[in-house]
Nanobody, 122 residues
Framework: QVQLVESGGGLVQPGGSLRLSCATSGRIFSFNAMGWYRQAPGKQRELVAAITGPGYTNYADSVKARFTISRDNAYNSNTVYLQMNSLKPEDTAVYYC??????????????WGQGTQVTVSS
């Protein structure tokens, strides 16, 4: 059984940084795509960032130049990270790890983590 487990969320002041991690268990082979979604109260879930294949990345416009997605390069590793800098109150949301074959704004991967809360507030 495949499980994705996020960690690293918490409370941070505006302008601060957090690093989210997502580790996978139960999977023998690497996922082609891994990414992060977020959902704020009363809003739809949105794709924040995704990394595909050898390292192709894409980001939501709202986080470009502030967030960086990366992946453990170890063979068959299924660990993905999201470095979040210059955090804003509007980044407050539950962040979900996602993994599968393809991750785009219109297609999600097959596997989800349980979510980790990120709160940006003074």
């Amino acid at each position: 059984q495949v499980q994705l487990v996020e960690s690293g969320g918490g409370l941070v002041q505006p302008g601060g940084s957090l690093r989210l991690s997502c580790a996978t268990s139960g999977r023998i082979f690497s996922f082609n795509a891994m990414g992060w979604y977020r959902q704020a109260p009363g809003k739809q879930r949105e794709l924040v960032a995704a990394i595909t294949g050898p390292g192709y990345t894409n980001y939501a416009d709202s986080v470009k130049a502030r967030f960086t997605i990366s992946r453990d390069n170890a063979y068959n590793s299924n660990t993905v990270y999201l470095q979040m800098n210059s955090l804003k109150p509007e980044d407050t949301a539950v962040y979900y790890c996602n993994a599968g074959t393809v991750i785009t704004t219109s297609k999600t991967g097959d596997y989800w983590g349980q979510g980790t809360q990120v709160t940006v507030s003074s």
